[in-house]
């Protein structure tokens, strides 16, 4: 059979790895399982992919260090155990890590720092940072400071809003089964395996309802959701099972292992789409000839160097509208500075903003990867 020549192409990753895998169905954590893992992240590095580690298993490894025999139910308890368990998981992907010459970077997210803008803007920051200096980050909840109401709560769902936030290729979900089945094969001895499906394909839903396994929270319901949450960025899901040797190197090289969930559009439309869908524009930009030439062209950023005039109330993060001289859209996009910031910056080399603000965010003033060209 074909490879899945998609998948195969994916050049940035987000590897996801539940608790039921991470803890060996609770019996502390999989130290031994942890390291074959880190090698196929390692392998994948090689292959100059960027992987980035969305790992659950806090709350499993401290319940097992502070002695409860079963997960505590009061939330101060909940707490402690993911503070304890935490150490304890970054240090064992840390000491994998350094073995294939990796370093890790730890990074505790909260529903707050993704739905606000300007939180949401630092946190991709940090993390594409990261990737380009080559660092393996490693996500989880903050499960110390969260409360219930605002809780990501199963790790799957942050794996998408990761997906979403580094504009990743693909996800991939390891998990204790070998995919998704049409039914819980838990309860169902004749579930099939679905290979190929699109992430917003109906049935979904109640195919995945079956209930979670004894220390997963989400179960399957969480995973086609976060397919879907991803596929709004445009990126595939693939669901495996975490225990199958070499699984992630195998699925991410396109083999038919496990299940696929594509999106229904590639990455620009869904960002297109995204871009002119949901936001209004909070200012309009003046470009030069140069700069206008220079988007045309595509695959650029746009600089302040290119820019004449600020005009509006934005803040960064904030959708503004690029015109050219005689006043005609020429793109639209998610600016990295104020109004006020902008207008100290026009005409200048980013090499000056540092010491026009005293700080510099970004050196440009519009990602390529936030802007779409009209
Ligand atoms: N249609 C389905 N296909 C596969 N697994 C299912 C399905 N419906 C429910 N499940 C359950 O979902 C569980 C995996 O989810 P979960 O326990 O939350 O694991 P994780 O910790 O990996 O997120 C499986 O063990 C299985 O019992
Ligand atoms: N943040 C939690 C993970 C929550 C959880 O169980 O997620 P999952 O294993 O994806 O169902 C922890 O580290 O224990």
Redesign the pocket.
Known sequence: MERREKIAKARRLVV???????TNDGRGLDVERIGLWVEQIAQLRKQGKEVVLV????????MKRLGFSSRPTQVNELQA??AV??ME?VGVYESHFEKHGLCTAQILLTHDDLSNRRRYLNARSSLRTLLSLGAVPIV??N?TVVTDEIR?????T??ALVANLVEADAMIIL?DQQGLFDKNPRDHVDATLISHVSATDERLESMASGG?GL?????ML?KVRAARLAARSGADTLIASGREESVILRVASGEHVGTWLQPEHGRLAARKQWLAGQLKSRGTLVLDDGAVKALRKGSTSLLAVGVKDAQGSFSRGDMVLCLDGQGALVARGLINYTVAETLKLLGRPSSDILSVLGYESEPELINRDDLVII
């Open positions: 996801k790895i539940g608790s039921a895998l991470l790992s659950s298993g806090s709350i499993a490894a401290g155990a993911a368990g935490q998981l989880n909840e499960d990501f709560g199963d790790n799957d942050l794996g998990t979670a220390l997963g929270s989400g179960g969480t």
